[in-house]
């Protein structure tokens, strides 16, 4: 079975602060695909990034940044100098592959409020 | 434009009350699935299908039925609905490749008395 972990419920930073948001993983597959998902307060999901389990390369957005460790198990996301724009529910999913090479579906972890306060 | 349409976006119903949330995407995308969303919970799988006539039960599939006659739509009925089914539900597609991007509805938010 597969199980994301965000620690964190809820975070509240002031304007320009760095934050980081913690995502931990577990699952059997060899293959599988973490994501990250920002929600709004306007209820959309909205897509971040992709990565899959033999890419291990950190990635950079912008001010935004992730931090892949399989030997952690964790998929972390830090926003640098947030804003109050970035002020969101992120959540963090994994997906595995299944028999076939086909779709899994996407196991959420439960999300963490991030509150950017001007 | 690419995207997934949910109706109704609001629902109020009464218990068992039959109900159906339709689910349409224009991006021939083969996979199509259902969540929940509920605080302190994050987002739950319902039901998913991989193509036309394929459909599984995800994590939480108890109280809802679905059915794929068609690619771009996936419509989830509720035969009787309870209010711990009160929740706001994500309809969701991708193509059939596994880590492949979900694209994710707007959101039907269902409140049941």
Partial sequence: ?118 | EAQVTQNPRYLITVTGKKLTVTCSQNMNHEYMSWYRQDPGLGLRQIYYSMNVEVTDKGDVPEGYKVSRKEKRNFPLILESPSPNQTSLYFCASSFGLAGAEQFFGPGTRLTVL
């Fill in chain 1, 1 to 118: 079975a597969q199980k994301v972990t965000q620690a964190q419920t809820e975070i509240s930073v002031v304007e320009k602060e760095d934050v980081t948001l913690d995502c931990v993983y577990e699952t059997r597959d060899t293959t599988y695909y973490l994501f990250w998902y920002k929600q709004p307060p306007s209820g959309e999901l909205v897509f971040l990034i992709r990565r899959n389990s033999f890419d291990e390369q950190n990635e950079i957005s912008g001010r935004y940044s992730w931090n892949f460790q399989k030997s952690t198990s964790s998929f972390n996301f830090t926003i640098t100098a947030s804003q109050v724009v970035d002020s969101a529910v992120y959540f963090c999913a994994l997906s595995g592959q299944d028999s076939g090479g086909g779709a899994d579906g996407l196991t959420f972890g439960k999300g963490t409020h991030l509150i950017i306060q001007p």
